[in-house]
């Protein structure tokens, strides 16, 4: 188990040709990135490549040496382009085997031969994987520090689930935000000088148009502790100067 203190890193890996051409719109990396901040872990980078071997082993094997765990969405379906396992085998140096649990679970519904064997390319994880438990559907796999999940929301969304409880801790950061009715240029300056004082949390500014009024989204995020209360005190104090109007902002 992490202290308390210690930061635990992770990336996304977003697999798939249709993310990149725009068909398929990606909403797996939010619901990660949310859920694995409450797990104590911190998605610091996220990716997007093509199905494209050499690409997502390139990705796989800078990412998984950069942090402390990889989670990849996508590719890992009965079809053709489904190689996200083919890639993962081939970044550690190991074969891919049959899981006979994932294949018993397949065969329980009957197809044709020629249809099973397209199915059963789903049950192939590399040598030395271990299952990700799935309520909606087969399992996904993760070996070593990459954890390989399917692309679909609901079903990725039941296989992280499963995973809580059984990674690695670290702290959990904490956000808060002010909306302040003052636009982004005229606040830069003290922010920089504000975050040059606080650099160990994150200060965001993120500009807005509302009720025909220019304005600014500040997020602060951070470990739950006195200074990053502190720089939310002074934040709200800079914003009053400016006459912007501060308003709580939930996050």
């Known amino acids: 188990m992490a202290s308390s203190t210690q930061r635990v890193t992770a990336a996304v890996l977003i697999i798939g040709n249709e993310i990149l051409s725009g068909r398929t719109q990606d909403t797996n ?6 859920t694995l901040n409450g797990y104590g872990i911190q998605v610091r980078e996220a990716r997007t ?8 082993v390139d990705a796989l094997n800078a990412l998984r040496a950069r942090y402390d765990y990889v989670f990849t ?6 079809t053709h382009d489904d190689i996200t396992a083919d890639c993962v085998a081939k970044a550690f140096g190991v074969p891919l085997v049959e899981n006979d649990e994932i294949a018993a679970m397949l065969r329980k519904r009957e197809a044709p031969p020629e ?40 079903i990725m969304q039941s ?41 160990h949390i994150d200060l965001g500014s ?13 997020i602060i995020r951070g470990s739950d502790g ?16 400016l006459d912007g109007s501060p ?4 996050v």
Not at 29 to 34: F, R, V
Not at 49 to 56: L, T, Y
Not at 228 to 241: I, K
């Open 29 to 34: 990396l939010s619901h990660l990135a949310k």
């Open 49 to 56: 490549v093509p199905d494209i071997e050499e690409e997502i």
């Open 73 to 78: 969405t996508g590719g890992i379906g009965p």
């Open 115 to 154: 249809i099973m064997a397209m199915r059963l390319r789903m049950a192939r994880i590399p040598e030395g994987g271990d299952l990700i438990r799935c309520e909606s559907g087969p399992p996904g796999f993760f070996i070593g520090n990459v954890y390989v999940m399917a692309g679909i929301p609901r």
């Open 159 to 199: 296989m992280l689930a499963s995973l809580d409880g059984k990674l690695r801790r670290g702290e959990t950061l904490v956000s808060r935000g002010i909306n302040a009715y003052v636009p982004e240029s005229h606040v830069a300056k003290p922010l920089g000088e504000l975050q040059a004082r606080y650099p």
């Open 206 to 218: 993120y500009p807005f148009y509302r009720n025909d009024r220019y304005g600014t989204t500040l």
């Open 226 to 241: 006195p200074d990053l209360h502190a720089m939310y005190d002074e934040l709200w104090r800079l914003v009053e100067q």
């Open 247 to 250: 308003e709580d902002e939930p």
